[in-house]
């Protein structure tokens, strides 16, 4: 039997939530409520959801706070609710683990479109049905990307990355000893363009690392900083 997603939405305005909740359980997601960012925090850490909508300015706690201290415990996917103008604050967003955003004022229809996108990159059997010889997946000696499954394992060992981490690593390794500035990673993988600080890629590229040498150091030393360029994936004999 498949379980429906479960999704956190974080608003301190009632009529935001209730909007929002309505369009997604239309889509028969199960739904859950908090109106400030420390209710947000604690719901989150202690229930598995599968994506999480939330809000930036908040009182308690604002969406930024509480994706950074989620993102020391969790890799539940984030897409941040901003109002226009507050370019800067989404790319701390970005820089703390942000997966994704959208700006108000929204139309409901556009959050559940982004919100089924962001599912289907996120889940971990969307396409287990897929012909096992047309599998999409990504080999290396110490890593396997499994886009199918959308799992990556090091060493045997499976790395639990966030959906943005998980794309700037397939997106590396797609083209293995091939140099990607910063800017260019920015705009294809977080389709995103701004002119504000270039923090955000290097900030996930660290979390990365980490999350991989903690599994495997040889999987970890294979994103490589070309100093003054960007990063490559390299691959060594």
Same mark, same amino acid.
């Given at each position: 039997?498949?379980?429906? +997603?479960?999704?956190?939405?974080v608003? @301190? ?5 209730? %909007?929002?909740?309505m369009? *997604?359980?239309?889509e ?5 409520? #908090?109106?400030?960012?420390?209710? #947000?925090?604690?719901?989150? =850490?202690?229930?598995?959801? @599968? $994506?999480? $909508?939330?809000?930036?300015?908040? +009182?308690g706690?604002?969406?930024?706070? /509480?994706?950074?201290?989620?993102r ?7 897409i ?10 989404? /790319? ?10 959208? &700006?108000? +004022? ?9 919100v089924?996108?962001? $599912? ?6 969307s396409?287990?049905?897929? @012909?096992?010889?047309?599998?999409? &997946?990504?080999?290396?000696?110490? %890593?396997?990307?499994?886009? @199918? #499954? ?10 639990? $990355?966030?959906?943005?981490e998980?794309? %700037? ?6 083209? +293995? ?11 294809? &993988? !977080?389709h ?5 600080? =270039? ?8 979390? *990365?690392?980490?999350k991989m040498?903690? &599994? ?6 294979m994103? /490589?900083?070309? !100093?003054?360029v ?8």
């Amino acid at each position: 039997m498949e379980t429906k +997603p479960k999704i956190l939405v974080v608003d @301190d305005e009632e009529r935001i939530r209730r %909007l929002l909740k309505m369009y *997604l359980e239309r889509e028969e997601y199960i739904i859950e409520e #908090a109106e400030d960012g420390i209710e #947000a925090l604690n719901k989150a =850490l202690n229930n598995n959801f @599968d $994506l999480i $909508l939330l809000d930036l300015m908040m +009182p308690g706690k604002d969406g930024i706070e /509480v994706c950074r201290e989620l993102r020391e415990k969790k890799s539940t996917p984030v897409i941040m609710l901003t109002a226009k103008g507050e370019e800067i604050n989404r /790319v701390q967003g970005f820089e703390v683990g942000t997966d994704d955003y959208i &700006v108000k +004022p929204f139309s409901p229809r556009e959050v559940v479109l982004r919100v089924k996108a962001m $599912l289907r990159r996120s889940s971990q059997t969307s396409y287990l049905t897929t @012909d096992v010889e047309a599998r999409d &997946v990504i080999q290396y000696k110490y %890593l396997t990307i499994d886009n @199918d #499954a959308h799992k990556v394992m090091a060493e045997g060992k499976e790395v639990n $990355l966030t959906p943005k981490e998980y794309e %700037l690593l397939s997106y590396l390794a797609k083209t +293995p000893d091939k140099v990607f500035a910063r800017e260019q990673l920015l705009k294809e &993988v !977080w389709h995103y363009e701004f002119f504000g600080d =270039l923090r955000t890629v290097d900030t996930h590229v660290k979390r *990365l690392r980490e999350k991989m040498n903690a &599994v495997s150091e040889h999987a970890a030393q294979m994103i /490589v900083t070309v !100093w003054g360029v960007g990063y490559k994936f390299e691959v060594k004999e």
